[in-house]
């Protein structure tokens, strides 16, 4: 890993910094490890992306397959009406 050697000044409010030293403490490294590891991450999909992508998925196959329920509740019901019509023409 290359010497660190470079300083950065950024401007901030102080809940912004307040948010970066709570991030920081809770990961067990300092704000300016915080601030390379995210910036130099790959671009990835974040755990809320991925639950998201998830349950979208889900949600389309229970749509689909309510879907399909449904379509064969309405051929169910109109053999059943069909059959009912039929019996009171013969009466």
């Known amino acids: 890993m290359a010497v660190k050697n470079e300083r950065i000044t950024i401007l901030?409010?102080?809940?912004?910094?307040?948010f970066l030293h709570g991030q920081a403490s809770d990961e067990g490294?300092?704000?300016?490890?915080?601030?390379?590891?995210?910036c130099m991450k790959p671009a990835t999909t974040s755990n809320d992306e991925e639950l998201l992508k998830a349950l979208v998925e889900q949600v389309n196959i229970s749509t689909s397959k309510a879907r399909s329920a449904l379509n064969k509740g309405l051929r169910?019901?109109?053999?059943?009406?069909?059959?009912?019509?039929?019996?009171?023409?013969?009466?």
């Open 76 to 91: 169910d019901a109109n053999k059943v009406l069909k059959e009912l019509k039929a019996n009171r023409s013969k009466s």
């Open 12 to 18: 901030a409010t102080s809940e912004f910094k307040a």
């Open 29 to 38: 490294i300092s704000v300016s490890e915080l601030i390379r590891v995210r």
